[in-house]
């Protein structure tokens, strides 16, 4: 996915000589090594020419910024001009290259962020979709048939319904019945066994799809 549209800035001078530069990037890339001759986004680059590529094309770079992702891969922002550009350019036009560069720079970084928090946000998402999956699975298969297809049968007449209690509820009252014979109004007989069998990991499937049926 494209963080931004292609980025080209036209510096404007005193002659009729120009000068162009532009701006190209490439996020969570593996090694310094083989970026020079990977293809970069953005740009005159277009994700289809790497910076090897555009220097043969007639472009130098200006300038770069190399940052550390979280996950230990790099972020590069190239700041490339191309070779019409000479000595000649007024200091107006030197201070609005600088400006314009640096509001292209920091508008790639907060898309960067946007990207990286859109793309935690959407591993979340998955994660609570998979986790009430599996928990559908379990709790049908282990507790719907005395607790209630939604968790809202006092089980037996003495048991809390499980929509009402929260996971450290839960882990407690597992935890009781796989470890003392007293627990449980003395339907342990029934419940040590399916408790015995029951992680700490599937109950927090089976409290996630509990809660995902039972919303107000």
């Keep these: ?13 005193t002659t009729s000589i120009f000068a162009q530069s532009t701006m190209c990037f490439k996020e969570n890339h593996n090694s310094m090594a083989t970026i020079e001759s990977t293809k970069l986004d953005g740009g005159e680059c277009k ?38 550009s000479n000595s000649n350019f007024s200091n107006t036009s030197n201070q609005n290259s600088t400006f314009n560069q640096k509001d292209l720079e920091n508008r790639i970084i907060k898309r960067m962020e946007e990207k990286k928090k859109k793309e935690i946000e959407e591993k979340k998402i998955r994660e609570i979709i998979s986790l009430k999956k599996e928990g559908k ?12 297809v939604n968790g809202e049968k006092s089980a037996y007449n003495v ?29 342990n007989i ?16 089976i409290k996630a799809y509990l809660d ?5």
């Design 1 to 13: 996915m494209k963080l931004i549209k292609p980025l080209t800035i036209t510096l404007l001078v």
């Design 47 to 84: 994700s289809t020419y790497s910076l090897l590529e555009m220097k043969e094309k007639g472009y130098s770079v200006e300038d770069i910024k190399i940052t550390t992702s979280n996950n230990g891969k790099y972020n590069f922002i190239y700041i490339l001009k191309d070779s019409v």
């Design 137 to 148: 699975e379990i709790y049908t298969q282990k507790c719907q048939s005395c607790h209630g």
């Design 159 to 187: 048991a809390t319904p499980l929509r009402d209690m929260s996971i450290d509820d839960m882990s407690h009252a597992i935890g009781r019945y796989t470890n003392s014979h007293e627990f449980g109004y003395g339907y």
């Design 190 to 205: 029934i419940m040590r066994p399916i408790a015995a069998n029951t992680t700490e990991t599937a109950l927090r499937k």
């Design 212 to 216: 995902s049926i039972n919303k107000k």
